[in-house]
């Protein structure tokens, strides 16, 4: 029987009290469905994100990703600007829209791949290397649009990624959990996902193992690449314009949701469950929060005491107890012979 997650638990938990408290003081508005509807609209991009720093954490040696953002904007920049130069959203909407979503995975792909390159190949730590990479994208994206948003308009099959609605839940939503349970499945049931996780577990025996480690680092940078690509899709998508200096705060957000799922910043261990569940808890607080009025600085407040909680009780192995009595509170009791 597979070990019960002390996070998977306690993040459930918090969705329950968070859903359960901002339903009781905003007198049921909180949990209407317009308002629901639109705190799932905002998981996503930071989301993504965040599931790329997982993955570069449980690569282990320091291994983060900071160049996600950066990528992303990149990724919209470049993207939109060449789908402008190809077709007009007014005139061929579908062509645009594949133009420009292509363009911006493939331009994630490329950045991820420069990180993971750089990192196995020249053994730079990864906070070095994509902290270098981050300002690379930056400033790329500033020389390509003259430091100006790029509008990309709001053609419908765009609109409908960014704002758009299937059964009730948003698109951008939906996208987010399919991607999110992909990974899951690949970390979980691949030879790629084991060696991802022995990499940042026992290096050494990672060495001695006869794996490609170098290959498993570099598939590892460019999947977060990736993600950032698909976040970039979906930020233009939600936004009409893209700019080089959007969602400056998303990096550290990405980092909070990371350590909040339980995340191990030495490496060989991460759930994407957790953290899908991590990013929508930090999405209900902040809702919760602007609901009460309480100002972006108390929310600030908020999120850091939360960050240096889950340290806590990290540090202390708090979580693993409380789900171990969860468990024991669980198990049926033995028959007597």
């Known amino acids: 029987m ?34 629901l509807q639109s705190m799932a609209m905002q998981v996503p991009e930071i989301g993504l994100l965040a599931i790329g720093v997982m993955l570069a954490m449980c690569a282990g040696n320091g291994g983060i990703d900071l160049s996600g953002i950066a990528l992303a904007n990149l990724a919209g920049v470049a993207s939109g600007l060449l789908a402008l130069s190809l077709f007009s959203a007014d005139d061929a909407p579908m062509l645009f829209t594949v133009t420009f ?12 791949f420069l990180n993971g390159w750089i990192i196995s190949r020249f053994g730079i730590t990864p906070i070095l290397c994509t902290l270098g990479t981050q300002m690379l994208y ?16 709001s053609p ?18 939906l996208i987010f959990c399919a991607v999110a349970a992909l990974l899951s499945a690949v970390l979980r049931y691949t030879p790629y996902g084991l060696q991802l996780m022995l990499t940042g577990a026992n290096p050494k025996a990672a060495d001695y193992s006869g794996f490609p480690k170098r290959r498993i680092i ?12 698909i976040a970039g899709v979906i930020i233009a998508a939600r936004n009409v314009n893209v700019k080089w200096d959007y969602g400056t705060s998303y990096l550290l957000i990405a980092i909070l949701i990371a350590v ?7 490496g060989g261990y991460g759930r994407v469950v957790c953290v899908v569940l991590s990013a929508v808890v930090l999405q209900l607080l902040s809702s ?13 407040f908020a999120w850091g005491a939360l960050l240096l909680g889950f340290l806590a009780v990290g540090r202390f192995a708090l ?3 409380f789900a171990s009595i969860f468990a024991l509170k669980r198990r049926p009791r033995a028959s007597r012979v």
Do not use: C, W
């Not at 998977?8 to 408290?21: A, E, H, R, W």
């Not at 500033?142 to 100006?148: A, E, I, P, Q, T």
């Not at 570099?218 to 950032?228: D, Q």
């Not at 919760?288 to 108390?298: A, C, E, I, K």
């Open 288 to 300: 919760l929060l602007n609901f009460v009025g309480l100002s972006n600085f108390v929310r600030d």
């Open 319 to 321: 979580i693993e107890q």
């Open 218 to 229: 570099a598939t590892t940078y460019t999947i977060s690449g990736t993600l950032a690509g």
């Open 101 to 112: 979503a292509a363009g911006a995975v493939l331009v994630g792909v490329a950045g991820g």
């Open 138 to 153: 930056t400033g790329l994206a500033v020389v390509l649009s003259d430091g100006r948003s790029v509008t990309v308009g």
């Open 156 to 173: 419908d099959p765009l609109y409908e990624i960014g704002n758009g609605l299937l059964f009730q839940v948003p698109t951008s939503f």
């Open 260 to 266: 909040m799922a339980g995340v191990r910043p030495q």
């Open 2 to 35: 597979r070990k019960l997650d002390g996070h998977l638990v306690v993040l459930s938990v918090l969705v329950v009290v968070l859903l359960v408290v901002g339903g009781a003081a905003s007198d049921g508005t909180y949990l209407s469905l317009y308002n």
